[in-house]
């Protein structure tokens, strides 16, 4: 054979070659498609999987619960080398509960859907909370959260405005009806846990509450927005509950029952288990719920609640701005809290308070354990269309004391209570507040329109910055 074919023949075999190695790519890589995404977070992650590397299907029919599973299993092995995250891309992706890992990001596209599955099978049951005693909905145990971690740390749950639906109404039926051997679920949960965020997401029809960190530290929950009907049973929003060093911001919610209620145990079991929620921030919240609060303290707050700080909140159509409820039976405290700028429209109360909130965990509750009520802080509030300015029922022989208020300006409605505000076992003061409170907490006048000073020093939470993380993802 000639030099000439002999070379000629050479470049043919190089580009058969190249050529079929370019099509057998070209067929691994066929379906596959290239995205960028970003968020601000507590931290970054140096791997990146999606679901469908894990078989997920998002066509709404196909259950992901294995897959979820399978993938947070299989990234958890990244934990000791810069951590991982699992993306989830636009689709309907139908599972039931799946716990997540330390050093773990769930990050949920644009147009991701989670759906909460309607299986029940898919709801492993767990023990009743130990500062519970008992399941809120039945005196057995609970259905695991969706999405559900328990002593973790460093975790993130964030997304461009991905949804997860919890499917409720299935529930609420059961629950109407009487057919739960257990608590329902809530949409998000984390136990004993460090160092968690939640952001940037939309919660739809929670079975129950939507957001619960118990027993845990150092959290952050930001852009959340949260819809149920407002007739929906305990669909709660956000319930801090015995944690300490938490921040809610920048969320809008609009549910069945209080917005934010802040919590620390049940009678017996909650003094028993003695963990407070401390140190928590609430800003710029928007909240709408007819037939509960917007930040409600209790009822169960039987481990006590100190050292809260709420500013720049509104409220539309919602029973009571800020709510206190408590009862003999609870013991614990609610104390150093401290509320500012809140803009009110129509409401049946701007504050209420009460030690006759009768739900207790069982008959074995002590009466002799009372709650330890002091140092509530309100002013800068303007409100309209109110039914009522205040209802505070404190507890005989155990009263409600160092109730501040002040500069406080209430609008009443045309068909407003004749009486604004009733007030029984409660001491405390006010500055420049209309319509004129009740004797029992007498106007200091406008020399102390600066009174219930909001504290100037922040908490550790607020410390807290995120970083910009960037990555590129390749899935089916």
């Given at each position: 054979m000639s030099p000439m074919r002999t070379k000629m023949t050479r470049i043919v075999t190089v580009l058969l070659v190249g050529f079929i190695l370019g099509v057998r790519s070209g067929e691994a890589r066929k379906g596959k498609v290239t995205e960028s995404f970003a968020y601000t977070g507590i931290s970054c992650r140096r791997h990146t999987a999606s679901i469908t590397d894990f078989g997920g299907v998002g066509d709404g029919k196909t259950s992901n619960t294995k897959a979820f599973q399978d993938a947070v299993n299989h990234l958890s092995k990244y934990a000791s080398d810069g951590g991982a995250q699992l993306y989830v891309p636009a689709g309907k992706w139908l599972t039931g509960s799946f716990s997540l890992t330390s050093h773990f990001t769930l990050y949920l596209q644009k147009h991701a859907l989670l759906l909460a599955s309607q299986d029940m099978k898919e709801w492993p049951v767990l023990k009743p909370l130990p500062s519970y005693g008992r399941g809120r909905d039945a005196a057995g145990g609970r259905f695991t959260s969706l999405i559900y971690g328990t002593n973790l740390t460093d975790v993130i749950v964030t997304g461009a405005n991905g949804t997860i639906d919890g499917q409720g109404s299935f529930w609420w039926q059961k629950f109407h009806k009487g057919k739960l051997k257990y608590t329902r679920p809530y949409l998000i949960e984390f136990m004993y846990?460090?160092?968690?965020?939640?952001?940037?997401?939309?919660?739809?029809?929670?079975?129950?509450?939507?957001?619960?960190?118990?027993?845990?530290?150092?959290?952050?929950?930001?852009?959340?927005?949260?819809?149920?009907?407002?007739?929906?049973?305990?669909?709660?929003?956000?319930?801090?509950?015995?944690?300490?060093?938490?921040?809610?911001?920048?969320?809008?919610?609009?549910?069945?029952?209080?917005?934010?209620?802040?919590?620390?145990?049940?009678?017996?079991?909650?003094?028993?288990?003695?963990?407070?929620?401390?140190?928590?921030?609430?800003?710029?919240?928007?909240?709408?719920?007819?037939?509960?609060?917007?930040?409600?303290?209790?009822?169960?707050?039987?481990?006590?609640?100190?050292?809260?700080?709420?500013?720049?909140?509104?409220?539309?159509?919602?029973?009571?701005?800020?709510?206190?409820?408590?009862?003999?039976?609870?013991?614990?405290?609610?104390?150093?809290?401290?509320?500012?700028?809140?803009?009110?429209?129509?409401?049946?109360?701007?504050?209420?308070?009460?030690?006759?909130?009768?739900?207790?965990?069982?008959?074995?509750?002590?009466?002799?354990?009372?709650?330890?009520?002091?140092?509530?802080?309100?002013?800068?509030?303007?409100?309209?269309?109110?039914?009522?300015?205040?209802?505070?029922?404190?507890?005989?022989?155990?009263?409600?004391t160092?109730?501040?208020?002040?500069?406080?300006?209430?609008?009443?409605?045309?068909?407003?209570?004749?009486?604004?505000?009733?007030?029984?076992?409660?001491?405390?003061?006010?500055?420049?507040?209309?319509?004129?409170?009740?004797?029992?907490?007498?106007?200091?006048?406008?020399?102390?329109?600066?009174a219930c000073d909001f504290p100037a020093k922040p908490l550790s939470i607020d410390r807290v910055v995120l970083k910009t993380c960037t990555y590129r993802v390749n899935h089916m």
């Open positions: 846990s460090d160092t968690i965020q939640i952001s940037n997401l939309t919660l739809l029809n929670s079975p129950s509450w939507n957001v619960h960190p118990v027993y845990s530290s150092n959290i952050l929950i930001k852009g959340i927005t949260i819809l149920a009907p407002v007739k929906s049973p305990n669909t709660d929003g956000i319930n801090p509950d015995s944690c300490t060093n938490v921040r809610i911001e920048d969320s809008y919610i609009v549910s069945g029952d209080d917005c934010i209620a802040v919590k620390s145990g049940w009678d017996e079991y909650g003094i028993s288990f003695g963990m407070p929620t401390k140190q928590l921030v609430i800003r710029r919240l928007t909240c709408i719920s007819p037939y509960s609060a917007a930040i409600a303290l209790g009822s169960e707050m039987s481990g006590g609640i100190q050292d809260v700080r709420a500013e720049d909140i509104t409220a539309v159509h919602t029973e009571s701005g800020v709510r206190i409820k408590t009862a003999r039976g609870r013991g614990g405290f609610v104390k150093d809290i401290f509320v500012r700028r809140m803009s009110l429209h129509t409401m049946k109360w701007v504050f209420w308070m009460t030690g006759n909130y009768k739900q207790h965990a069982d008959n074995h509750y002590d009466p002799n354990a009372l709650p330890v009520i002091q140092g509530i802080n309100y002013r800068d509030i303007v409100a309209n269309n109110v039914s009522m300015a205040a209802r505070l029922e404190g507890i005989e022989g155990d009263p409600f160092q109730i501040c208020i002040a500069n406080v300006t209430i609008g009443m409605a045309a068909k407003a209570k004749k009486v604004p505000w009733t007030c029984t076992d409660v001491e405390g003061i006010t500055s420049g507040v209309s319509p004129r409170p009740c004797d029992l907490l007498p106007d200091q006048g406008q020399k102390k329109i600066a």
